[in-house]
T-cell receptor, first 113, second 111 residues
Framework: EAGVTQSPTHLIKTRGQQATLRCSPISGHTSVYWYQQALGLGLQFLLWYDEGEERNRGNFPPRFSGRQFPNYSSELNVNALELEDSALYLC????????????FGQGTRLTVV | GQQLNQSPQSMFIQEGEDVSMNCTSSSIFNTWLWYKQDPGEGPVLLIALYKAGELTSNGRLTAQFGITRKDSFLNISASIPSDVGIYFCAGPEYGNYQLIWGAGTKLIIKP
């Protein structure tokens, strides 16, 4: 069974541009979570989607947004990129109602120059 | 909001040594999770604990769900070089399904 897959694995953008990151959850998982992990730091919760709806959002500005598609895959969009947005962006998925056992993808390394 | 305090922040150990790390909270958690993250990779779930007092093993790893439901411990016996990485504790926020994360314990093996 395929795990959580994220694309691209690496992304380089210039300041002010927009970035789009993609995530495909494990088959049968309807919840998708996005986290930001700056170098050497812990995971900061960004967004949670379930059944196509945004369920919760972390303490990030509105230029961080996303959506979940009918097939439960998800996109994270970051507008007006800033240098501080450089980080590993992790996607995780879980079964309905079970945020406990979340399984992670390998992440997208976003570098803003 | 709920927070998880994880310690130690980092550990320098010799190969073959046993390792202990813990996670505490001022509020109750109904689930405790332990993850390991290798550099540039996503965290991998090691052990999940669902019941107060529960002791669960996964190979050389053993984790315990504290009886007060406010703490958890992870032990690694006879450490080997591939144990190097960052270990995170996590638990679902009360009334919500998103995970709250500890800051991580970085395990380093002394040459």
């Amino acid at each position: 069974e395929a795990g959580v897959t994220q694309s691209p694995t690496h992304l380089i953008k210039t300041r002010g541009q927009q970035a789009t990151l993609r995530c495909s959850p494990i088959s049968g998982h309807t919840s998708v979570y996005w986290y930001q992990q700056a170098l050497g730091l812990g995971l900061q919760f960004l967004l949670w989607y379930d059944e196509g709806e945004e369920r919760n959002r972390g303490n990030f500005p509105p230029r961080f947004s996303g959506r979940q598609f009918p097939n439960y895959s998800s996109e994270l969009n970051v507008n007006a990129l800033e240098l501080e947005d450089s980080a590993l962006y992790l996607c995780a998925s879980s079964l309905p109602g079970q945020g406990a056992e979340a399984f992670f993808g390998q992440g997208t390394r976003l570098t803003v120059v | 909001g709920q927070q998880l305090n994880q310690s130690p922040q980092s550990m320098f150990i010799q190969e073959g040594e046993d390792v202990s790390m813990n996670c505490t909270s001022s509020s109750i958690f109904n689930t405790w999770l332990w993850y390991k993250q290798d550099p540039g990779e996503g965290p991998v779930l090691l052990i999940a604990l669902y019941k107060a007092g529960e002791l669960t093993s996964n190979g050389r790893l053993t984790a315990q769900f504290g009886i007060t439901r406010k703490d958890s411990f992870l032990n690694i016996s006879a450490s080997i070089p591939s144990d190097v990485g960052i270990y995170f504790c996590a638990g679902p926020e009360y009334g919500n399904y998103q995970l709250i994360w500890g800051a991580g314990t970085k395990l380093i093996i002394k040459p």
